[in-house]
Protein backbone atom coordinates (compact mmCIF):
# COMPACT_ATOMS: atom_id res chain seq x y z
CA UNK A 1 0.00 0.00 0.00
CA UNK A 2 1.21 3.38 -0.57
CA UNK A 3 -0.14 6.96 1.63
CA UNK A 4 0.49 10.31 1.06
CA UNK A 5 0.81 12.82 3.24
CA UNK A 6 0.65 16.42 2.50
CA UNK A 7 1.53 19.10 5.24
CA UNK A 8 2.21 22.91 5.46
CA UNK A 9 -1.31 24.16 4.90
CA UNK A 10 -2.41 26.91 7.43
CA UNK A 11 -3.46 30.54 7.63
CA UNK A 12 -2.03 33.43 6.09
CA UNK A 13 -2.45 36.56 5.40
CA UNK A 14 -3.28 38.06 1.77
CA UNK A 15 0.46 38.36 -0.38
CA UNK A 16 2.13 35.57 2.41
CA UNK A 17 3.26 32.83 1.32
CA UNK A 18 3.45 28.78 2.45
CA UNK A 19 4.94 25.66 1.40
CA UNK A 20 3.42 22.39 0.63
CA UNK A 21 4.33 18.97 0.98
CA UNK A 22 3.54 15.87 -0.57
CA UNK A 23 5.41 12.95 0.91
CA UNK A 24 5.05 9.34 -0.20
CA UNK A 25 5.62 6.04 1.74
CA UNK A 26 4.96 2.74 1.35
CA UNK A 27 5.91 0.12 -1.10
CA UNK A 28 6.28 1.08 -4.89
CA UNK A 29 9.03 1.21 -7.88
CA UNK A 30 8.60 4.94 -8.21
CA UNK A 31 6.58 8.00 -8.41
CA UNK A 32 5.60 8.98 -12.18
CA UNK A 33 3.41 12.11 -12.48
CA UNK A 34 1.98 14.37 -10.14
CA UNK A 35 -0.16 16.90 -9.15
CA UNK A 36 -1.75 19.39 -6.64
CA UNK A 37 -5.58 19.91 -6.92
CA UNK A 38 -7.71 22.33 -4.51
CA UNK A 39 -10.97 21.91 -3.34
CA UNK A 40 -12.68 25.59 -2.03
CA UNK A 41 -16.50 24.86 -0.50
CA UNK A 42 -19.36 24.38 -2.33
CA UNK A 43 -16.97 23.96 -5.56
CA UNK A 44 -15.88 21.30 -7.09
CA UNK A 45 -12.22 20.05 -7.03
CA UNK A 46 -9.79 21.98 -10.03
CA UNK A 47 -6.28 20.75 -11.39
CA UNK A 48 -3.99 23.26 -9.50
CA UNK A 49 -0.62 22.27 -10.75
CA UNK A 50 0.92 19.18 -12.74
CA UNK A 51 4.57 18.09 -12.93
CA UNK A 52 6.34 15.09 -14.86
CA UNK A 53 8.86 12.49 -14.49
CA UNK A 54 11.27 15.33 -15.57
CA UNK A 55 9.96 18.09 -14.20
CA UNK A 56 8.24 19.64 -16.51
CA UNK A 57 5.01 21.81 -15.23
CA UNK A 58 2.00 23.08 -15.71
CA UNK A 59 -0.68 25.54 -13.64
CA UNK A 60 -4.17 26.83 -13.30
CA UNK A 61 -4.44 30.23 -15.20
CA UNK A 62 -5.39 31.71 -11.62
CA UNK A 63 -1.91 30.38 -9.98
CA UNK A 64 0.61 31.16 -13.14
CA UNK A 65 3.40 33.05 -11.69
CA UNK A 66 2.78 32.87 -7.94
CA UNK A 67 2.87 28.97 -7.41
CA UNK A 68 5.53 26.66 -8.34
CA UNK A 69 5.29 22.86 -8.43
CA UNK A 70 8.40 20.69 -7.81
CA UNK A 71 9.48 17.04 -6.40
CA UNK A 72 12.36 15.75 -5.21
CA UNK A 73 12.74 12.45 -6.79
CA UNK A 74 15.21 10.73 -3.95
CA UNK A 75 12.74 12.00 -0.85
CA UNK A 76 9.49 10.66 -2.64
CA UNK A 77 8.45 14.38 -2.38
CA UNK A 78 6.28 16.59 -4.35
CA UNK A 79 5.80 20.75 -3.41
CA UNK A 80 4.44 23.34 -4.15
CA UNK A 81 5.52 26.79 -3.01
CA UNK A 82 2.66 29.40 -3.03
CA UNK A 83 3.40 33.04 -3.09
CA UNK A 84 1.79 35.97 -3.33
CA UNK A 85 -1.92 34.30 -1.59
CA UNK A 86 -4.91 35.28 -2.30
CA UNK A 87 -8.17 34.70 -0.59
CA UNK A 88 -9.76 33.05 -3.24
CA UNK A 89 -6.98 30.58 -2.84
CA UNK A 90 -8.56 29.29 0.46
CA UNK A 91 -9.38 25.83 -0.25
CA UNK A 92 -8.39 22.14 0.75
CA UNK A 93 -5.17 21.10 -1.16
CA UNK A 94 -4.66 17.69 -2.11
CA UNK A 95 -1.99 16.06 -3.73
CA UNK A 96 -2.59 13.30 -6.67
CA UNK A 97 0.26 10.77 -7.68
CA UNK A 98 0.38 8.08 -10.30
CA UNK A 99 2.66 5.38 -8.75
CA UNK A 100 4.55 2.35 -10.47
CA UNK A 101 4.19 -1.03 -7.52
CA UNK A 102 5.77 -3.17 -9.42
CA UNK A 103 7.22 -4.01 -12.90
CA UNK A 104 4.62 -5.86 -13.98
CA UNK A 105 1.48 -3.59 -12.94
CA UNK A 106 0.72 -0.35 -14.24
CA UNK A 107 0.03 2.94 -12.72
CA UNK A 108 -1.97 3.12 -10.10
CA UNK A 109 -3.73 6.59 -9.01
CA UNK A 110 -3.20 7.88 -5.17
CA UNK A 111 -4.72 10.93 -3.43
CA UNK A 112 -3.90 11.99 -0.34
CA UNK A 113 -6.04 13.13 2.89
CA UNK A 114 -5.73 16.79 2.01
CA UNK A 115 -4.26 19.93 3.92
CA UNK A 116 -6.87 23.30 4.53
CA UNK A 117 -5.40 26.94 3.46
CA UNK A 118 -6.69 29.33 4.60
CA UNK A 119 -5.83 33.38 3.14
CA UNK A 120 -7.45 35.44 5.63
CA UNK A 121 -6.58 38.78 7.11
Known amino acids: QVQLVESGGGLVQPGGSLRLSCAAS????????MEWYRQAPGKQRELVAHITTGSATTYVDSVKGRFTISRDNAKNTLYLQMNNLKPEDTAVYYC???????????????WGQGTQVTVSS
Open 26 to 33: GRFLSLDE
Open 96 to 110: KAEVRQALVTGLLTY
